[in-house]
T-cell receptor, first 110, second 113 residues
């Protein structure tokens, strides 16, 4: 299984941008990069995904390194509701299982 | 449009018993995956069902089995429960288009005493 490496925890101030890094040096050419987040006692929530190019949606932006060996999830203005565990996951083109690492626990201070 | 639903929300069993957990996928999805999440850890893949057959399996014993029905809903069965089976069991559904973005349900919290 393609693995990812993330910091165990990060802290941010409310209304400031947050950059959550992820290393995936063993990524293959067809692996997509997914980001999910999980609030306590809830199922993981889809945030964003990408393949090669940077991606933006209403929740966040995903910046993918040119060699695809790392990526960064960007929350443009953190809110208290963004406090969660963020998982960076690689998956194949289709019908491949997700391998979750330990994720990054994001704490947002008011 | 209802998302992924799971039942029951919570369940308490004793060692040696058997349990069945249920999942209804998001409308339009035909693939269901099950995950086990122990406290403080990331979800671990159990298996995936597509067209009523187990397509992939993670590193879980045969005590864990599943089923998918023609309407794409799915069940996870665990036999001979152990204390270590206590966890949050998550169901995720996805469609056949690429990429394989999965949508998760709220989970079933299983406690084995």
């Amino acid at each position: 299984d393609a693995k990812t490496t993330q910091p165990n925890s990060m802290e941010s101030n409310e209304e400031e941008p947050v950059h959550l890094p992820c290393n995936h040096s063993t990524i293959s050419g067809t692996d997509y990069i997914h980001w999910y987040r999980q609030l306590p006692s809830q199922g993981p929530e889809y945030v964003i995904h990408g393949l090669t190019s940077n991606v933006n949606n209403r929740m966040a932006s995903l910046a993918i390194a040119e060699d695809r060996k790392s990526s960064t999830l960007i929350l443009h203005r953190a809110t208290l509701r963004d406090a969660a565990v963020y998982y960076c996951i690689l998956s194949g083109y289709n019908f491949n299982k997700f391998y979750f690492g330990s994720g990054t626990k994001l704490n947002v201070k008011p | 449009d209802a998302g992924v639903t799971q039942s029951p929300t919570h369940l308490i069993k004793t060692r040696g018993q058997q349990v069945t957990l249920r999942c209804s996928p998001k409308s339009g999805h035909d693939t269901v995956s099950w995950y086990q999440q122990a406290l403080g850890q990331g979800p671990q893949f159990i298996f995936q069902y597509y067209e009523e057959e187990e397509r992939q399996r993670g590193n879980f014993p045969d005590r864990f089995s599943g089923h998918q029905y023609p309407n794409y809903s799915s069940e996870l069965n665990v036999n001979a429960l152990l204390l270590g089976d206590s966890a949050l069991y998550l169901c995720a559904s996805s469609g056949t288009g690429a990429p394989d973005t999965q949508y998760f349900g709220p989970g079933t919290r299983l406690t084995v005493l």
